[in-house]
């Protein structure tokens, strides 16, 4: 079965740090796709990275990087030099289409506070 | 760009009632999903549309029930509210169903059930 593991729960760091936020899955797909959504306080889910698995390049844009791993099943988020506005919970998503349609498994999510 | 649209925000409702809410998928979206995210949980899967059809079913309980009409709006319709029905509930489009289609999310239905 497919399953999504977000080991962090909560961090916690101040304005300009470097933080990794954790992801791994399980899957017996061999093509899938992996993705980062991050829920601010406002409650809306946004969009920020898909990866799919024949893709192990790592990805950079901006302040955030990708590190897809498939030999530890992991794909590690980073943000670099942190801001207040970087407070949300993100979510790790893993795209299953073993049923009629395409849906997404979500990780517990990790709350990511940024002091100032 | 556009994005996908929900309504209402923000919904009260009493035990035991009816709430109704409407998606309006990205333009040119063919598919439709449906997710209710309780208090400090992940968003589960409810059910999901493709071409007016629906394409998939995860844990929607059976006092809910959903369609997507023919200009590919959706709505969710959910009888006999209970409290644990409180949770935010969003609709996602997608252009296919295929699991390379990324799926993007609306803003949201907070609903409160009193």
């Known amino acids: 079965a497919q399953k999504v593991t977000q080991a962090q729960t909560e961090i916690s760091v101040v304005e300009k740090e470097d933080v990794t936020l954790d992801c791994v899955y399980e899957t017996r797909d061999t093509t899938y796709y992996l993705f980062w959504y991050k829920q601010p306080p406002s409650g809306e889910l946004v969009f920020l990275i898909r990866r799919n698995s024949f893709d192990e390049q790592n990805e950079i844009s901006g302040r955030y990087s990708w590190n897809f791993q498939k030999s530890t099943s992991s794909f590690n988020f980073t943000i670099t030099a942190s801001q207040v506005v970087d407070s949300a919970v993100y979510f790790c998503a893993l795209s299953e289409a073993d049923g009629a349609t395409n849906k997404l498994i979500f990780g517990t999510g990790t709350l990511l506070a940024v002091q100032p | 760009a556009a994005g996908v649209i929900q309504s209402p925000r923000h919904l009260i409702k009493e035990k035991r009632e009816t709430a109704t809410l409407k998606c309006y998928p990205i333009?040119?979206?063919?598919?439709v999903y449906w997710y209710q995210q309780g208090p400090g949980q992940d968003p589960q899967f409810l059910i999901s549309f493709y071409e007016k059809m629906q394409s998939d079913k995860g844990s929607i309980p059976d006092r809910f029930s959903a369609q997507q009409f023919s200009d590919y709006h959706s709505e969710l319709n959910m009888s006999s509210l209970e409290l644990g029905d409180s949770a935010l509930y969003f609709c996602?489009?997608?252009?296919?169903?295929?699991?390379?289609?990324?799926?993007?999310f609306g803003e949201g239905s907070w609903l409160t059930v009193v």
């Open positions: 333009p040119r979206h063919d598919t």
């Open positions: 996602a489009s997608s252009l296919g169903r295929d699991t390379r289609d990324t799926i993007y």
